[in-house]
């Protein structure tokens, strides 16, 4: 693979129970297991940051869909919701739902978009086969 970016940051503390910092600092914040899984959800998660990373990327693959395709989704937005459970062999696995809105944009046409941009985005092309992820276009 030729390397574009390597973002890097370290975790320090207790897991998920810590502190996590990028080396630029842009990232900078503490951790907590969420309240929902027995801990204080006094911090952000792992879950949260995945949710908001894949967000923006598939987002930026979808617009780079659109661009190439001549169609406009000025007003469009993506929501991302990871879940965490258990594996019946011991372990937990992750799964992801995502939501593209495209206000204006016709529903096939949508589609289509979020279609491809699933195709492209180096998150989907990450978790592809590795765990559940399921896209959905929402009405307006």
């Known amino acids: 693979m030729k390397v574009l970016y390597t973002a890097e940051a370290l975790a320090t503390g207790e897991g998920r129970n810590g502190h996590v910092r990028s080396t630029d600092g842009r990232v900078d914040l503490d951790v907590a297991v969420p309240k929902e899984m027995g801990g204080s959800g006094d911090g952000s998660n792992p879950e949260q940051?995945?949710?908001a990373g894949y967000a923006a990327c598939f987002?930026?693959?979808l617009l780079g869909v659109?661009?190439?395709?001549k169609v406009s989704v000025a007003d469009s937005a993506i929501g991302a919701s990871v879940s965490i459970g258990p594996l019946d062999a011991g372990g937990y696995t992750l799964a992801v739902h995502l939501e593209a809105s495209?206000?204006?944009v016709e529903r096939a046409v949508a589609q289509e978009l979020v279609e491809a941009a699933h195709q492209v985005c180096p998150y989907s092309n990450a978790t592809r086969g590795n765990i559940d992820v399921t896209?959905?276009?929402v009405e307006e």
């Open 49 to 51: 940051l995945f949710a």
């Open 59 to 61: 987002h930026s693959a």
């Open 66 to 69: 659109a661009r190439q395709r």
């Open 102 to 104: 495209l206000p204006g």
């Open 135 to 137: 896209v959905a276009v």
